[in-house]
């Protein structure tokens, strides 16, 4: 077994914890299912949000493992979606001019486009750094 690259950030990890009840933290460790039932649920009604304090060791190492580390950085990519995503800067960030373009013109294809993309985004920056690296 291979050693795992940091990915993803504690810190930053902690910071959306604070908002957990979003399930901001879910979302960027790679978990957008428990992230969207903490987003309906106001984080188990903030029993789950609670549990997560202590989870979110343990939800970083997996995202280590399960995601490819290269040149594009998943904290930096988080940030651009979560406050430019509607303008789409964290696609064309990641290189994805095109689509970039079309969000910026669309607000995030009317919105949508940025929600499949807090679904996706981990997997849409391994797929990038796998052929950049």
Sequence with gaps: MTAPSDTHSKLVGYALWIFGFTGAHRFYYGKPVTGTI???TLGLLGIGWLI???LIPSMDRQADFRFHAGPVNYTVAWVLL???G??????MY???WLTGLL???TLGLFGLGWLYDYWTLNDQITVVNRAKG
């Design 103 to 105: 969000y910026l013109v």
């Design 94 to 96: 990641m290189g994805k």
């Design 52 to 54: 997560d304090l202590f």
């Design 38 to 40: 903490w987003f309906f």
């Design 82 to 84: 979560t406050f430019l």
């Design 86 to 91: 509607l303008f789409g800067v964290h696609r």
